[in-house]
């Protein structure tokens, strides 16, 4: 049976009191007790990128050890956990205000058990059909579903002063985990880590021994400790809770479709290339081992974002989106003109380069574009509802800027499905890639635009 601790607004692990723009319950208990769910929530989420991406790597070794799919087939198994991830997204985006962000982390990181297991055991059997491939790659989308959940959780424990950096530091750890699992994974299918119990090796064309199943394997541990940290140490906050049709308010906000687009333009575009620069690196340059190399670009991009997120808070993260956008319109250009000069000497790495200036632009604008929403909402409850005053403005404000944040990320992460899968289009239709950039940097021109028009010129909507 809980207990209520009075003084401390708490029952069990529910707040029930909780003020974080209140300067003085800040300072004595609120920055503690929001340090504390931050940094359970950050490996957990980390985890979960690690399990959601996991096939970008596979893919690219299951050919040598047996499994005879052809280049379309493979960015299938690399596009699918982003089309599943980001379907799940949208309805993970309402369940912390409905189940609680304690419950909810705590079976979200659990259920990522499932893939990982899942993975270890098929890829062991060349025999496996392509289809129970394709329901694991489906599976692995619970990890890209946990996103929208822990970032909406997240955001309801931090004072609109610091939301910009709290956010960033729980996305972009967070998607630390997809450079942490195309370091990791290289290397743990090398060596036999789990004895006997992980299974016999298999034999690559080349003569080498590989423990494919460990890239599954390898995750089990730690998604049993971090699920159990999540139960006992998060807290859940009893003036977040909302009903569904309390927080399908946003379907009717303009600026939580706008926001879709641009965060689409950078996490999309972030968690695409993370999908898909391996495979994309391995068929335009077969010569150059680049799987040791491509784990740096997800890096640069998870730990931009941790880095970034003051600089909106500071700025404006209108401002720093729109010149974002600018850098990575830039940054294709040059990936174009490499792949244009492929066969030349040293192309690989100016292409290398080129992806490395473009993870680092998403990471920022992943930053900037979520420390707008709580900016953006501030203005907009106070406009289309004048009769909020008070706490009961900043609940309102809080709980529409929650549940946008988790929404736009729920369809900016289609992007892990449609970016490999345009590769895919683009090589069967034109031989190469090109055609999909071009597309992209298109798509970019018009971000910058919508940001500009919104959010940054002097006589802007909703400045920010």
Not at 83 to 99: E, K, N, Q, W
Request: proline letters at 5%; glycine letters at 10%; a positive charge.
């Amino acid at each position: 049976m809980s207990t209520t601790d009075q003084t401390g607004g708490r029952q069990g692990h529910t707040l029930t009191d909780w003020r974080p723009d209140d300067p003085e319950f800040w300072k004595s208990s609120g920055h503690r007790i929001a340090s504390k769910n931050l940094w359970i929530s950050i490996p957990c989420l980390l985890l979960a990128f690690s399990v959601w991406l996991v096939w970008s790597v596979v893919v690219a070794k299951l050919p040598s050890i047996g499994f005879a799919y052809n280049t379309n087939q493979l960015f299938w198994l690399a596009a699918l956990p982003g089309l599943s991830g980001a379907t799940l997204r949208i309805f993970y985006s309402f369940m912390v205000p409905i189940f609680g962000g304690r419950l909810w982390t705590a079976l979200s990181t659990a259920s990522l058990l499932i893939p990982a297991v899942g993975i270890g055991f098929a890829v062991q059997n060349p025999d496996t059909p392509y289809v129970l491939f394709l329901a694991l790659a489906l599976l692995c989308g619970l990890g890209g579903g946990n996103f929208a959940s822990s970032m909406a959780n997240i955001s309801f424990f931090y004072p609109k002063s610091e939301k910009g950096h709290a956010l960033a530091m729980n996305a972009g750890l967070g998607n630390a985990g997809v450079s942490v699992m195309q370091f990791v994974v290289p290397l743990v299918i090398t060596a036999g880590v789990f004895g006997a119990m992980g299974g016999e090796p298999q034999t690559a064309a080349d003569g080498t021994k590989l423990w494919l199943q460990n890239a599954g394997f390898v995750w089990v541990p730690f998604l049993l400790i971090t699920s159990i940290a999540a139960w006992f140490g998060m807290d859940n906050i009893e003036s977040a809770r909302a009903s569904f049709k309390e927080q399908s308010i946003i379907f009717k906000r303009k600026h939580n479709w706008i926001m879709c687009v641009l965060y689409t333009g950078t996490f999309g575009s972030f968690i695409g290339y993370s999908a898909g620069f391996p495979l994309l690196a391995k068929t335009q340059f077969p010569d150059v081992n680049s799987l040791q190399f491509v784990f740096l670009g997800p890096l640069i991009g998870a730990l931009s974002r941790a880095a970034t997120g003051w600089v909106s808070d500071k700025y404006g993260g209108g401002r720093v989106t729109f010149w974002t956008f600018l850098v990575m319109i830039l940054a294709v250009a040059g990936v174009l003109f490499f792949l244009g000069i492929k066969e030349t000497p040293g192309a690989f790495w100016g292409f290398f380069a080129m992806f490395m200036v473009l993870f680092f632009a998403t990471g920022v604008g992943n930053a900037s574009t979520f420390q707008m929403i709580p900016m953006i909402m501030g203005q907009e409850v106070g406009r289309l509802m004048p009769e909020l005053q008070g706490t009961d403005f900043q609940r309102q404000a809080d709980r529409e800027s929650a549940a946008i944040i988790a929404f736009t990320s729920a369809i900016a992460a289609y992007g892990a499905f449609f970016i490999p899968k345009a590769y895919g289009t683009s090589i069967t239709l034109s031989g190469g890639p090109e055609l999909a950039l071009w597309v992209f940097m298109t798509f970019y021109v018009i971000c910058v635009v919508i940001t500009w028009f919104y959010y940054t010129r002097r006589s802007a909507p909703v400045p920010c």
